[in-house]
Structure formats: structure tokens, C-alpha cells
């Protein structure tokens, strides 16, 4: 098992700009689910992607988009950037069921100043 | 709505000594629950999880898990503390749609020795 792997592991943007951040779930998992940790709080569930398609959205604005490519592996993407999206980005990746539990990644550290 | 508190934010042990972290949810039929541990700059790993049947639950590193449905409670257990256990601990529950877990905000341990 090759794990997750998040790319790239920290990431300094601009207010204003785009980012982009890439994961590869783990080997056998077809879904992906991305969360925001901001500092001192717990994982906010950001969207899930089952088979390419979006399969359920937490309360991020549309500036928050995903995609999963067919391989699995997936992208964030975040428009517009704030100061309050600095965060620690998680990928997680599961067997297609959440009541397996997740893998996670290692994360992406995006600061926005 | 279903949420996961924490009442710990931190909590100090000795190394050696036995440890019980307390998690409390609040969901409409039996949930899927579980534990995480995030360590300094790391993704979440996952402990052990509780779906039904035993309410007492083994996870790996030695840790322990106790559902208790009259308390609306799953707190996490282990009888002695290593240094290396120092860390942020999870408790989460997945949410009734199936497609996100969600999370408290963590308890943060330190192990003194």
C-alpha cells in the first residue's frame, strides 16, 4: 500500500490568487474526500468525490472545487484566495464506503497573506 | 444535527499512567463512531472505529474505546502512557447522509515523565 500522498506539503499564495492542491488516494480506495483543519480546530469536511463524480458538499462557497480524475486521484481547487483559507488541507481516501474510516494524507499547509 | 464535543482541550498524564479521553455525540439512531490521532505537521490516523455489536472496541497502539449509548458517549482508554502517545486526539462521527465525518475539535495530550 502506497498510502496517500498530498502534493505540494506547504504552499504560500497571495490574497486574491488561485491554488490548486493534488492528491493520490491509496491504492483500492474510488473515494476522496477533502477537509479544511484551520489551527487549534478539528477537520471540516470540505466535498467528497465517489467515482469522478461530487457525492455530497460541506459548507465551503463555490470557490471550492474539486475534481477526481479516473485513477482516483484528485484536486482542490480554491479561487480567490482569503486570509481565513489559511489552513491545513486533508485529503482522505476510502473504499468506497465512509464507514471504513478514512486515510489520510499528510496535508497541504496553504498560507495567504 | 449531528456533532462531536470534546470537554478536554488538553490533558496532562505521566508517562506510565492510565488515560481516558472523553468524547460526547449527539446523533438520532446508532452511530458509526470513531477515533483519530494526529501527530505534529501530520494527516489524521485512524485508531479504531465502532460500528455495532461489542460496545468495548480495540484499536491498534493499545488503545481502547467504550460506546455508551445511555451517556451518548465513546470515550477513548488506555492503561498506560507512552511518551511517544503525545499527540491530538479525534473523536468523529459519520453523518447520517453517509458521505462525511465529522469531527471535534481534538484534545490535545501531553505526556510528562
Known amino acids: 500500500e502506497t498510502g496517500v500522498t498530498q502534493s505540494p506539503t506547504h504552499l504560500i499564495k497571495t490574497r486574491g490568487q488561485q491554488v490548486t492542491l493534488r492528491c493520490s488516494s491509496q491504492?483500492?480506495?474510488?473515494?476522496v474526500s477533502w477537509y479544511q483543519q484551520a489551527l487549534g480546530q478539528g477537520p471540516q469536511f470540505i466535498f467528497q468525490?465517489?467515482?469522478?463524480?461530487?457525492?455530497g458538499r460541506g459548507n465551503f462557497p463555490p470557490r471550492f472545487s474539486g475534481l477526481q480524475f479516473p485513477n482516483y486521484s484528485s484536486e482542490l481547487n480554491v479561487n480567490a484566495l482569503l486570509l481565513g483559507d489559511s489552513a491545513l488541507y486533508l485529503c482522505a481516501s476510502s473504499p468506497g464506503t465512509v464507514i471504513s474510516g478514512y486515510t489520510f494524507g499528510s496535508g497541504t499547509r496553504l498560507t495567504v497573506v | 444535527a449531528q456533532s462531536v464535543t470534546q470537554p478536554d482541550i488538553h490533558i496532562t498524564v505521566s508517562e506510565g499512567a492510565s488515560l481516558e479521553l472523553r468524547c460526547n455525540y449527539s446523533?438520532?439512531?446508532?452511530?458509526?463512531l470513531f477515533w483519530y490521532v494526529q501527530s505534529p505537521g501530520q494527516g489524521l490516523q485512524l485508531l479504531l472505529k465502532y460500528f455495532s455489536g461489542d460496545t468495548l472496541v480495540q484499536g491498534i497502539k493499545g488503545f481502547e474505546a467504550e460506546f455508551k449509548r445511555s451517556q451518548s458517549s465513546f470515550n477513548l482508554r488506555k492503561p498506560s502512557v507512552h511518551w511517544s502517545d503525545a499527540a491530538e486526539y479525534f473523536c468523529?462521527?459519520?453523518?447520517?447522509?453517509?458521505?462525511?465525518?465529522?469531527f471535534g475539535a481534538g484534545t490535545r495530550l501531553f505526556v510528562k515523565a
Open positions: 446523533y438520532g439512531a446508532t452511530p458509526y
Open positions: 491504492s483500492g480506495h474510488n473515494t
Open positions: 468525490y465517489y467515482r469522478e463524480e461530487e457525492n
Open positions: 468523529a462521527v459519520e453523518d447520517t447522509g453517509g458521505f462525511k465525518t465529522i
